[in-house]
Every structure is written in structure tokens, then in C-alpha cells.
């Protein structure tokens, strides 16, 4: 019984200290809110400020080279020597990349030089040949001449002997034309000659390619000692030193791209290119993707910025000034679309209409912001319009 009477006795001792510690922290609680309500809530304000807000779309797009060649070779046969490796920087005009067939086209040379003198030779011997008959004739006239004047006068000569000097007349000026013929010949056989070579000497250049560009050999396609056509490529040269940056945009940004006066942001991986012109608008939409092509040109690209990469760019469509708050301060309510700004310790709710969204800022197109006003960023989802606050930090 006794036992009884204390296990009560117990119980009633902590139904006592459990209610006072309720009341104590009731208590404490309404000292707390009674502390903040006379110091106003506590929030961080920052000031509404005049910036360029821009329109853009977002895309990604590749960079390649805007110069490259493949170069071929020009005459068939076999690779005698390939000079570059991949990676080598070239010179155009002057870098030597491969030489094919180097010991025949040499032959080529030679043989056609040596046709070229027999031709000469032989093209002398026949303006001799046209000089002799030349003379022959010469003497041959005067001898006709004078025959006819001594048969016509006096009957010096017979006529069978001025017949006979007659035909000797005729028989060397017909000589002579001949010969001038076979003249005219060799001098033709010899220009053929003379073309065979300039045409073995452009062979002998053929075989030897020389970089048309300067930049670096990409691509190696061939090793010494395989045959090859003409026209097959053999190395690959691409020019670094300007890259083109190439993306797509939806039709619908067609008529807001303007060539030279649209510029893209570029930045590929970590590294920021730069803002860079459009130079090229494609002059027709896709009809199956309806998209369009947009260009433009990256010169003397940083170090990690090279051909092959993906960029992602900001094609800006158009610009303005405007006033702009962070993007936090902003809040959406049943009733719309406010913000909070702190005047003279009181939050004042704005509602506000937003425009474009740069970088973690928000455009206000409400003329009721201007710049400069403390705009609520912290805390502002406790307030209500009127509320009482306190500015613990100001950024």
C-alpha cells in the first residue's frame, strides 16, 4: 500500500515539471517573437541597378578549319620518298611533302631535250637545204633570161636548148618549194619536240608536291612505295591559324540574324573565345529541319581552342538597357508576380511585369524600380507587405 502511494506520489512530481517546462519554453518562445517583432525580420537587400540585358538563343556548334587541302598526286607511279610526317608545320610554295616516280620523269627530261636537238639539227639542215635551191634558182633564172633573149634576137640557141633551160628553171623553183615545205615541217616537228619537253618538265613538277598552303600536316594517307593514281590524296594539310565556328538555328530567329551586325559569344570547354560577327547567314531555311546555317571566323585561336572541338555559343539577337534585379528577389504568388523593397525599415511588396534574364539578373520593365532602390533577397519569403524588418547584410 505504502508502495502504491509513492509510484503516485512520482507520477504527480512529473506531470508537474513536464507542464513547467511547456510553459517555460512557451514563454520563451513569445520573448523571442516579441524581440524579433520589435526588431523587424531579419533579410539581405540588394540595390536595383542599370544594365545591358540581351536577347539570345543558346546553341552548340563545330569548329573546323576554314582552309585545308588534300593534296593529291598529280602524276600516277610510285611514292618515292614522303618528306612530312603528321604534326610538321608547312610552308605554301616552298615545304616539299612527297616525290613519286622521281628516276622516270628525270628520263622524261632527258629524252624529250635530246628530241629537241635532233629536231633542231634537222630543221638547220633544211633551212640550209632552202638557201642552196635558193641560189641554184637564182642562177638558174638568169641562165633562162638570157637564152630567151639570144633565141628571140638572133636565133643564137636553139629551141630545144632553151626548152631544156626552161624546164631546169621550173625543176629548181619547184625544188625550192619543196624544200621550204620540208622546212616549214621540221620547224613544226620541232615546236612538238619543244612542247614534249615543257610537258615532261611539268611532269618532273607534278611528281615533287609542294605544300599550296601553310599550316600542319593533319593526315598522312600513304607510305613510300605505294602506287598511286593521279588525283589520289596523300597527305592532308589544314591552316590553324583561322577557324570557323559553325552552328544551326531554329527558322524562327531567321529574319533577327542580320550578317555583321549579329554577333555569337563562343566558348569552348572552359575557355572563353569571345564575342565574334556573323559572317555568313545561310541564304535559305531547311525545309525538312527548318533550320538555318550561321558562321563565323576565330583568328589566331588560343592554345586548347582547335579544329574539331564542340563550342557552345550564345547567338545575341539584340541588346538594351535596362533596370535589373537578382533573379532570387523575384517572387511568384497567387496574386501575381512582386518583390519586396525596404523602405525606412518596412518591406514594401511591388508588383512588378520582368522582361530578359542575364546571368542571374532579371530585367524589370515596371517603371516603379528604379536603380539604386534596396530590393530584398534574402529572407523575402517570410514577408508580407508592411512587415517590419531588419537589414543584417547589403549586397
Given at each position: ?8 506520489f512520482i507520477m504527480i512530481i512529473g506531470t508537474c515539471l513536464v507542464f513547467?517546462?511547456?510553459?517555460t519554453g512557451e514563454s520563451f518562445a513569445q520573448e523571442n517573437s516579441s ?255 527548318r533550320n538555318f546555317e550561321i558562321k563565323a571566323l576565330i583568328k589566331d ?95
Amino acid at each position: 500500500m505504502v508502495f502504491m502511494w509513492v509510484k503516485v506520489f512520482i507520477m504527480i512530481i512529473g506531470t508537474c515539471l513536464v507542464f513547467g517546462n511547456l510553459m517555460t519554453g512557451e514563454s520563451f518562445a513569445q520573448e523571442n517573437s516579441s524581440s524579433e517583432d520589435k526588431k523587424g525580420m531579419s533579410v539581405v537587400v540588394t540595390e536595383a541597378k542599370e544594365m545591358i540585358f540581351e536577347e539570345y538563343v543558346e546553341t552548340s556548334g563545330n569548329l573546323e578549319t576554314r582552309e585545308f587541302s588534300l593534296v593529291s598526286a598529280r602524276v600516277p607511279g610510285i611514292i618515292d620518298d614522303i618528306f612530312v610526317r603528321e604534326g610538321d608545320q608547312v610552308i605554301a610554295g616552298k615545304t616539299r611533302l612527297f616525290h613519286i616516280d622521281r628516276v622516270k620523269s628525270k628520263q622524261a627530261i632527258d629524252i624529250a631535250k635530246e628530241a629537241v636537238s635532233v629536231s633542231e639539227f634537222r630543221y638547220r639542215a633544211r633551212l640550209a637545204t632552202v638557201k642552196r635551191i635558193e641560189a641554184d634558182l637564182n642562177k638558174t633564172e638568169i641562165d633562162y633570161e638570157r637564152f630567151k633573149r639570144l633565141y628571140h634576137d638572133d636565133l643564137a640557141v636553139t629551141k630545144n636548148a632553151l626548152e631544156s633551160q626552161e624546164s631546169r628553171y621550173i625543176q629548181t623553183k619547184a625544188a625550192l618549194d619543196e624544200a621550204k615545205a620540208m622546212a616549214d615541217l621540221s620547224e613544226k616537228e620541232l615546236e612538238q619536240e619543244r612542247g614534249r619537253l615543257i610537258m615532261a618538265q611539268k611532269d618532273f613538277e607534278n611528281s615533287m608536291g609542294i605544300s599550296p598552303i601553310s599550316g600542319y600536316v593533319t593526315k598522312r594517307f600513304k607510305e613510300p612505295g605505294e602506287m598511286v593514281g593521279a588525283g589520289t590524296p596523300i597527305v592532308e594539310i589544314d591552316n590553324l591559324s583561322v577557324l570557323e565556328v559553325s552552328a544551326y538555328l531554329p527558322a524562327a530567329y531567321y529574319q533577327k540574324v542580320v550578317t555583321g551586325k549579329t554577333t555569337m559569344k563562343v566558348t569552348v570547354g572552359t575557355l572563353q573565345v569571345g564575342e565574334l560577327p556573323v559572317i555568313y547567314k545561310s541564304p535559305v531555311i531547311d525545309s525538312r529541319l527548318r533550320n538555318f546555317e550561321i558562321k563565323a571566323l576565330i583568328k589566331d585561336p588560343r592554345e586548347g581552342v582547335t579544329s574539331g572541338d564542340i563550342a557552345l555559343i550564345n547567338v545575341i539577337l539584340g541588346a538594351h538597357e535596362g533596370t535589373g534585379v537578382p533573379r532570387e528577389a523575384v517572387l511568384k504568388r497567387l496574386n501575381g508576380t512582386n518583390l519586396f523593397v525596404a523602405e525606412k525599415g518596412i518591406a514594401k511588396m511591388v508588383p512588378v511585369e520582368t522582361g530578359l534574364e542575364n546571368d542571374g539578373w532579371i530585367e524589370i520593365l515596371s517603371k516603379n524600380i528604379k536603380e539604386g532602390q534596396s530590393i530584398v533577397t534574402m529572407g523575402q519569403d517570410r514577408l508580407s507587405d508592411g512587415t517590419a524588418i531588419s537589414i543584417v547584410k547589403e549586397e
